[in-house]
């Protein structure tokens, strides 16, 4: 049987034996949804390639650690997050400004000058698009937490646990979060 057949939980085991091969398969099947992830935090394309491998690398060498392989895509995905906001939080204190939300600026404002929208998924794209780059202007615990709320699916317990806030703060802020992000959102579409 091929490596590209197997589940992951046989993959896994594959990889707690050092075999390669199952940890590329394995970082073939990730790799892209940890990208996004890590990007959504740092905002940094380079940066968040970086974390994505450091992560990877971390979790293939401490899979000893894992008590049920089932779980591997979300302890992976935790392992991501944890790493991308300790790299937000240790670059924000150096008050760096990402070369990407620089190249940004420029794509938008580029893609402002294309004509308009042919038909309604173009129009739902561009909606989708929209909420996305209204997120990245948030604060960025508002912005962090709403991430982790609404796009990687976490409960407030679990973001109140990565973020380090108490439970009822991370409500708090979510809900603030939302708050900005809908009056944001009105002023825009209006």
Same mark, same amino acid.
């Given at each position: 049987? *091929?490596? *590209?057949?197997?589940?992951?939980?046989q993959l896994v085991a594959l990889c707690a034996t050092g075999n390669q091969s199952a940890q590329m398969e394995i970082y073939n099947r990730y790799y892209k949804a940890?990208?996004?992830?890590?990007?959504?935090?740092?905002?940094?394309?380079?940066?968040?390639?970086?974390?994505?491998?450091?992560?990877?690398?971390?979790?293939? *060498?401490?899979?000893? *650690?894992?008590?049920? !392989?089932? !779980?591997?895509?979300?302890?992976?995905? #935790?392992?991501?997050?944890?790493?991308?906001?300790?790299?937000?939080?240790?670059?924000?204190?150096?008050?760096?400004?990402?070369?990407?939300?620089?190249?940004?600026?420029?794509?938008?404002?580029?893609?402002?000058?294309?004509?308009?929208?042919?038909?309604?998924?173009?129009?739902?794209?561009?909606? =989708?698009?929209?909420?996305?780059?209204?997120?990245?202007?948030?604060?960025?615990?508002?912005?962090?937490?709403?991430?982790?709320?609404?796009?990687?699916?976490?409960?407030?317990?679990?973001?109140?646990?990565?973020?380090?806030?108490?439970? =009822?703060?991370?409500?708090? !802020?979510?809900? #603030? =979060?939302?708050?900005?992000?809908?009056?944001?959102?009105?002023?825009?579409?209006?």
């Open positions: 049987m *091929t490596l *590209t057949k197997q589940n992951t939980e940890m990208y996004n992830t890590s990007l959504r935090i740092v905002k940094n394309s380079f940066e968040a390639e970086d974390i994505m491998q450091d992560s990877f690398l971390k979790a293939f *060498t401490k899979l000893e *650690t894992l008590k049920d !392989t089932s !779980t591997f895509g979300p302890w992976l995905k #935790r392992i991501v997050i944890n790493n991308s906001i300790y790299h937000f939080n240790k670059n924000n204190k150096k008050n760096e400004v990402s070369f990407d939300s620089v190249l940004y600026k420029v794509e938008d404002e580029t893609n402002n000058e294309t004509n308009g929208i042919n038909n309604s998924y173009d129009l739902l794209s561009l909606k =989708a698009q929209q909420i996305l780059k209204t997120i990245k202007t948030l604060k960025d615990n508002y912005r962090i937490a709403l991430t982790l709320n609404l796009i990687e699916g976490y409960d407030s317990e679990e973001i109140s646990e990565i973020m380090n806030i108490t439970n =009822a703060n991370c409500r708090t !802020t979510i809900s #603030r =979060a939302k708050d900005s992000l809908r009056k944001k959102l009105e002023k825009e579409f209006a």
